[in-house]
């Protein structure tokens, strides 16, 4: 693999890896955001809690949640896919050793 290859194989692996964690922080800050609406629902009385439900925003919010689940499966697949991709150092290594 020339040099160029190489710079550009490992410029797509970092770019890759700059995505992942990216997804990866965005699905986290969604995970504390719905542990804060949790217990923020939980300090409010029975029947406000119940008009808050009735709401657009909180159908709304609940089928976020659900997309969110879906994604993170997604991330979780794209992540195995990530590991499962030979890294072009290793490929150099295995070069070299030959």
């Given at each position: 693999?020339s040099?160029?290859?190489?710079?550009t194989?490992?410029?797509?692996l970092?770019?890759?890896?700059?995505?992942?964690?990216i997804?990866e922080s965005l699905l986290?800050h969604t995970r504390?955001?719905?542990?804060?609406?949790?217990?923020?629902?939980q300090?409010l009385d029975?029947?406000?809690t119940?008009?808050?439900?009735?709401?657009?925003?909180?159908?709304?919010?609940?089928e976020s949640?659900r997309?969110?689940e879906r994604?993170?499966?997604d991330?979780?697949?794209?992540?195995?896919i990530?590991?499962?991709?030979p890294?072009p150092?290793?490929?150099?290594?295995s070069?070299a050793e030959?």
């Open positions: 693999m040099d160029d290859q190489t710079d194989a490992e410029s797509d970092t770019q890759v890896e700059l995505a992942h964690s997804i986290d504390v955001v719905s542990d804060l609406v949790a217990v923020m629902a300090a029975q029947d406000t119940k008009a808050l439900t009735l709401t657009p925003q909180w159908q709304a919010y609940l949640r997309r969110m994604t993170r499966e991330v979780e697949k794209f992540a195995d990530l590991r499962a991709t890294h150092r290793d490929a150099d290594q070069n030959t």
